[in-house]
Structures are given as structure tokens and as C-alpha cells.
T-cell receptor
Framework: KAGVTQTPRYLIKTRGQQVTLSCSPISGHRSVSWYQQTPGQGLQFLFEYFSETQRNKGNFPGRFSGRQFSNSRSEMNVSTLELGDSALYLC????????????FGDGTRLSIL | AQKVTQAQTEISVVEKEDVTLDCVYETRDTTYYLFWYKQPPSGELVFLIRRNSFDEQNEISGRYSWNFQKSTSSFNFTITASQVVDSAVYFCALTPYSGAGSYQLTFGKGTKLSVIP
């Protein structure tokens, strides 16, 4: 069974640009969540999608957005990038939600210059 | 608001020693789930255990055991006879169970465990 796949693995952007990250969940998993991991703030919940609907959102500015497609694949977009957005972005999937064991991808390492 | 505190930032032990990782949480919800995840140097978080707030039974899985005490809002994790492969960052996490299908997972800052051969 294939795991959670995140692409790309690494990204380098400059301030003001925008970026789109992709996540393919485990087959059959309908819940996809996104997390930001930084040395200072640790792991922070960004949002969760279930059946193409954003079900919950963490405390992040509106520059962070996402969507989920009918095949449960999800994308996360960050607009007007800031230096502080440099982080490891992790995607996780589960059958129905974050209250279940989640399977995480390897993450996308985003660096802002 | 909910909060998870892992006071131990880094722990080093010699192989075969026992080690306990502490987790203290705060929540106003009466029903919630607690988790432990492991993040090895490779980076991918791995689920270890889930416990709901109604179940205070301790759990043992091989060399791993978990002690959940609602009275002290703690969910501690013990590794017995540690091995080098246990070296990782361990995260404790909490989510309320609202029943409405809407949840948010809050992680602690993590404890980095180094097992020295």
C-alpha cells in the first residue's frame, strides 16, 4: 500500500512569490491535514480537508489556503511568501479525521530567500 | 483552547536504560484523544498510540508503555531497555472530540531522545 506522497520534496522561493504544494493520501483515506513544522514553533496545524471541504483551520493568515479534489488529493497554496514561511510542510491522511491515527508524508521543505 | 507541554526538550540515555517522556495537557473538553507520534531522523512522523479520555488503562506494546492519568492531565511514555533505533523526536498530541466531525490536532514541542550505544 503506497504511503502519503508529497511533492515536491524541496522548494526555494523568494519573498512575494507564491507556492503550491501537493499531497496524495493513502488510497481510501478521505481526510487530509496539513501542518507546518519549524524549529521555533514546532508542529502547527494548518487545516484539514474532508470530502473536498475544509473542515477545520488553524491560526494562520489567509495567505495559507488549500483545496481537496474528488480523489482526495490535496494542494496547499501560500501566497505572498514571507521569510517566516520557511518550514517543513507536512501532509497527513487518515480514514475520516485527525482524531484517528494519521499517516504522514515525508514533507516539503520550503526555503524562502 | 488546548495546550500540550513536553517539558523535556532533549534526553540522552545509554542503550538498555529505561526512559520516560513526559506529556502534560490542558483542555476544556471532557472528551478528547491523546496521541504519541515518533519522528525519526528521516523525518516522517509515525503514529505510536491513541488513547481516548474515557480509557485510563495503561497500555504496553513490547518495550513501549503509556501511563495516562486524567487526574494530573498527563500521558507519559516509557521506553524500556532503550535501543539506538529509538533515537528520534517524540511528539505528544491532543484533539478534542466534539462529535461534529470538526477537530484540530495540537502538538507538543517534542522531546528529542538520543540513545547512545
Amino acid at each position: 500500500k503506497a504511503g502519503v506522497t508529497q511533492t515536491p520534496r524541496y522548494l526555494i522561493k523568494t519573498r512575494g512569490q507564491q507556492v503550491t504544494l501537493s499531497c496524495s493520501p493513502i488510497s481510501g483515506h478521505r481526510s487530509v491535514s496539513w501542518y507546518q513544522q519549524t524549529p521555533g514553533q514546532g508542529l502547527q496545524f494548518l487545516f484539514e480537508y474532508f470530502s473536498e471541504t475544509q473542515r477545520n483551520k488553524g491560526n494562520f493568515p489567509g495567505r495559507f489556503s488549500g483545496r481537496q479534489f474528488s480523489n482526495s488529493r490535496s494542494e496547499m497554496n501560500v501566497s505572498t511568501l514571507e521569510l517566516g514561511d520557511s518550514a517543513l510542510y507536512l501532509c497527513a491522511s487518515s480514514l475520516t479525521g485527525v482524531n484517528q491515527p494519521q499517516h504522514f508524508g515525508d514533507g516539503t521543505r520550503l526555503s524562502i530567500l | 483552547a488546548q495546550k500540550v507541554t513536553q517539558a523535556q526538550t532533549e534526553i540522552s540515555v545509554v542503550e538498555k536504560e529505561d526512559v520516560t517522556l513526559d506529556c502534560v495537557y490542558e483542555t476544556r473538553d471532557t472528551t478528547y484523544y491523546l496521541f504519541w507520534y515518533k519522528q525519526p531522523p528521516s523525518g516522517e512522523l509515525v503514529f505510536l498510540i491513541r488513547r481516548n479520555s474515557f480509557d485510563e488503562q495503561n497500555e504496553i506494546s513490547g518495550r513501549y508503555s503509556w501511563n495516562f492519568q486524567k487526574s494530573t492531565s498527563s500521558f507519559n511514555f516509557t521506553i524500556t531497555a532503550s535501543q539506538v533505533v529509538d533515537s528520534a523526536v517524540y511528539f505528544c498530541a491532543l484533539t478534542p472530540y466534539s462529535g461534529a466531525g470538526s477537530y484540530q490536532l495540537t502538538f507538543g514541542k517534542g522531546t528529542k531522545l538520543s540513545v547512545i550505544p
